[in-house]
């Protein structure tokens, strides 16, 4: 959120349409991703009620609990959600891709593509963590034995749902955060959560303006919730008597069981069809956009994690724990602070509007360059160095101090130091610039690696640069501040065991 | 009856009062600025049904399988006795246990009237407090009494008062999980703000009888069922905090009579309802009443109050009804049509919005320049 979002906001609203706040899109959209909408049963933690899931939007798959409190019957929509998931994920698992080495690391292979799963809202991550927290767990043999599909598709669901968690990966997007992240509508962002409203902002059906549609999206009976909430009223007036009638089928014969089973698919088949079809719609939204420029770099590290993840299991690892340990804790929140500055930097740097946000922060500036001095050498020293001066005319809010280090979107491998900033009232501020590397290697610079007078430019006080990885302790040296070395994964009995219900 | 009292009375009209409930009590927290909410809640009108008389009926329902979930559980833990819930203490929270007996109160011999069951619960109360014996002591359906706005106010809380040690403790059965010791934050939040209110309402009826306020705990026990199963588990919950929020909102509602000088005299909520009780007011008459009072409408109410959509299609057009943040970015300009023009139109702008003016011109201007570039 920003004061240029909230402006798009209030255009929004006089134009009764949603409003632009990317010239690029920023998420990476799979050709053939995997659409999953899942309902959960209210009152229940994690249980699943039903789920309408497939990767061609004209045969969708639905899956249903006829009893949700039913412990088989969950684990049988677990098997049938899993023979979905896993063939889409195991279609991902040929051929490589070289990526070579650099900066001290060796050649790597990797998948040449990765699954991408497609939610409806970030409370449906949630249930695919939970979903995979409740199977990843699960035996495969002796007493409570699930099928061998089960724990597998808990463990891909918890590494989908952890790996969401990084900012700017795409393997689970939930259409919403992708969707709000791209347009601003004229309502609040409390009311951006109901996927078929803010549809009505960004794309409304012929004849209706964006406010009109998204009014008609709060009707529960036309468009009911995105889930894995349900409506409260479907639940009491349609759910709770078809679930009893498919009770009562249980003591009647195939054909009375085959009947209420069917009549409680067709309901929720109701319920989870024009969610589907707006999921679609989503991606489509989506992939209409350009790409930013990074979008392929973020998605090689989901390639990367995939990848990663897909070895853990071909060399049967643990599954995942239930809390991280005191090391690996400290890891992750540094990956994410690192990967959230980055994918930061990476945004403004491919999309002017972003950048726009930046320089009304004053953590950036553009304007033109009036004067360069491409070939002013710095000779204080014991070697002559090449440092050119340029100085940028901006009618931006120059805040930084002298001495900062920049960096310019177009040439990212150069720093520029600010050497001085003239201010008069009522006129441009005018930036006194030396840079430093991307000019090649001897004391002329490159041509094209200076900017030349008249080229309009931007400074950034941020970067995409690599940044170093903290170095963290072994697990097995965790000092005894944080519990000490964290005791080994042995699956036990009660992890196989535990109730589902 | 005070005059605050009578004028309350005049409008709510004749539909009964609603009766606030830990949950309602609780709710009066999470919009303190609202004089609408205020005086609503004050005098005990009956939102849902005010809201669907002026045509904006509330979007809230419960899921009968949320609610026959939540009464299961709560009926296993208080089974037997509490067995499982005495269980919890003893073995999870390593309370020291001797005999602990049971009382419950929801009934006096029959006789269902709520005077009657808070004399009761008064009484029982303040025999056990008055008693040195260190014996423990379950009070489960205890029927509290509160102040909101100058008038009583009956709490039926789903808890048990349990006596431990010369203290009293609340604890709270709700049927949200914890899955790995970690639980949705803002359920716990609201559960927080809930129990605070009863702890609240136990040291006033403590303090009546002499107790001071270390007579009741401000450590709750909350009671949850763990990870996907139906066992419970108990979790100590300070709710220091939550008591302060609910004591000032509460304080601030007893100073309703200020709110309500500014009020038309004439001002009344009642629906006219026919002897079947079907509202016979005309619903812009409804409307036009509700607007006398002034509402602060935020995004956040459409998940608390019953009024929510009726404010917001009056809020249409003013940026609080785009989010506090949103209209913080905006420079606190009130109006989505002031903050385009002072955006747009060159010009002085008046003194009090030319700081918001330069923020929201140069927004524009940049807005325009990358939007351009883009094309």
Same mark, same amino acid.
């Given at each position: 959120m920003s004061t240029l979002t909230s402006l798009a906001r209030a255009e929004a609203v006089e134009r009764g349409i949603a409003q632009p706040v990317c010239t690029v899109r920023h998420v990476h959209i799979a050709d053939r991703p995997l659409v999953f909408v899942p309902l959960a049963m209210a009152g229940?933690?994690?249980? !699943?009620?039903a789920a309408m899931v497939g990767d061609d939007p004209r045969s969708p798959r639905l899956l249903a609990v006829a009893q949700p409190r039913n412990r088989d019957q969950r684990f049988a929509f677990a098997a049938g959600l899993a023979a979905v998931l896993l063939r889409y994920i195991e279609g991902f698992l040929t051929g490589q891709e070289t990526v070579p080495g650099g900066r001290g690391r060796e050649a790597r292979t990797r998948f040449p593509d990765a699954p991408q799963i497609l939610v409806p809202n970030r409370a449906a991550t949630g249930f695919t963590r939970l979903l995979g927290r409740s199977t990843r767990f699960r035996r495969t043999e002796g007493e409570y034995a699930v099928l061998p599909a089960v724990p597998l598709l808990g463990r891909w669901l918890t590494f989908l749902a952890e790996r969401?968690?990084? !900012?700017?990966?795409?393997?689970l997007l939930a259409a919403t955060d992708a969707l709000s992240r791209h347009w601003a509508t004229g309502q609040s962002p409390v009311e951006d959560l109901n996927l078929a409203a803010l549809l009505g902002w960004i794309d409304p059906p012929e004849g209706l303006t964006g406010p009109q549609a998204a009014a008609a999206a709060e009707d529960p009976l036309t468009w009911? !919730?995105?889930? !894995?909430a349900t409506d409260p009223t479907f639940d009491n007036e349609v759910l709770g008597r078809l679930i009893a009638a498919c009770d009562r089928a249980e003591a009647g014969d195939d054909r009375a069981r085959q009947r209420a089973r069917s009549a409680l698919e067709d309901a929720l088949t109701s319920q989870l069809m024009p969610t589907w079809g707006l999921m679609w719609q989503a991606a489509g939204l989506l992939r209409g956009l350009p790409p930013g420029a990074h979008v392929a770099t973020r998605w090689a590290a989901d390639k990367d994690a995939f990848t990663w993840y897909a070895e853990q299991l071909r060399d049967g690892g643990p599954p995942q724990p239930r809390r991280d340990t005191a090391v690996s804790a400290a890891r992750r929140l540094a990956r994410l602070e690192r990967v959230q500055a980055a994918c930061g930097a990476q945004r403004a740097f491919d999309d002017p509007l972003v950048m726009a946000e930046h320089r009304l922060a004053g953590e950036a500036f553009a304007g033109r360059v009036v004067a360069a001095e491409p070939g002013r050498q710095d000779c204080s020293g014991t070697r002559r160095k090449l440092r050119p001066h340029i100085t940028v005319e901006t009618a931006d809010p120059v805040l930084m101090e002298p001495g900062t280090v920049l960096t310019s979107p177009g040439r990212p491998r150069q720093q520029a130091r600010i050497v001085s900033v003239s201010v008069t009232a009522g006129r441009p501020s005018r930036v006194l610039l030396e840079l430093s590397g991307g000019m090649g290697r001897g004391l002329t610079a490159a041509p094209g690696s200076v900017p030349e007078p008249g080229e309009v430019t931007c400074y950034a006080t941020f970067s995409d640069g690599f940044q170093p990885i903290p170095a963290f302790p072994d697990p097995a040296d965790t000092p005894w501040t944080h519990g000490g070395p964290p005791p080994q994964y042995v699956p036990a009995d009660e992890d196989a065991r535990e109730e589902w219900s | 009856m005070t005059d605050t009292e009578a004028r309350l009375s005049r409008i709510r009209g004749s539909v009964p009062a609603r009766n606030h409930d830990a949950r309602t009590i609780a709710a009066l927290t999470s919009n303190p600025g609202c004089a609408r909410r205020a005086i609503m809640d004050a005098a005990g009108i009956d939102k849902p049904r005010l809201a669907s008389c002026a045509g904006f009926p509330a979007p809230f329902g419960q899921s009968q399988f949320a609610i026959a979930r939540g009464n299961a559980f709560e009926a296993q833990v208080k089974a037997n006795g509490c067995a499982e819930l005495l269980r919890l203490l003893r073995d999870q929270l390593g309370l020291p246990m001797p005999e602990v007996s049971y009382d419950d109160l929801e009934e006096v011999g029959g006789n269902p009237s709520r005077e009657l069951r808070h004399a009761r619960t008064r009484g029982l109360l303040a025999r056990a407090a008055a008693s040195g014996v260190d014996a423990g002591t379950l009070f489960d359906h205890p029927l509290l009494r509160l102040e909101v706005g100058g008038r009583p106010v009956y709490l039926e809380p789903d808890l048990i008062a349990f006596r431990l040690h010369g203290r009293f403790h609340v604890v709270e059965m709700k049927s949200f999980a914890v899955i790995d010791g970690q639980a949705d934050g803002d359920k716990v939040a609201a559960a927080a703000t809930q129990s605070a209110v009863y702890v609240l309402a136990l040291r006033e009826m403590l303090a009546d009888l002499g107790a001071g306020p270390d007579a009741v705990a401000h450590d709750v026990f909350l009671i949850c069922p763990e990870n996907f199963s139906n066992r419970p588990t108990a979790t100590v919950l300070d709710v220091r905090k939550q008591l302060t929020v609910v004591r000032r909102q509460l304080s601030r509602l007893a100073r309703i009579d200020s709110l309500m000088a500014q009020l038309p005299a004439d001002l009344s909520f009642d629906l006219d309802l026919d002897p079947s009780g079907v509202p016979r007011r005309p619903p812009a008459d409804v409307a036009a009443a509700v607007r006398s009072v002034q509402a602060r409408y935020a995004p956040e109410c459409l998940a608390s109050c019953e009024m929510c959509f009726f404010c917001r299609d009056e809020a249409r057009g003013s940026t609080s009804a785009l989010g506090r943040a949103v209209r913080d970015d905006l420079g606190g300009v009130e109006y989505v049509a002031t903050v385009l023009r002072l955006a747009r139109e060159p010009g002085v702008p008046p003194a009090e919005q030319a700081e918001a003016a330069e923020l929201l011109r140069a927004a524009a201007r940049l807005r325009r320049e990358a939007l351009v570039e883009a094309i």
């Open positions: 229940e933690a994690g249980a !699943p009620l969401a968690e990084y !900012p700017g990966s795409s393997l009911p !919730p995105a889930g !894995p | -």
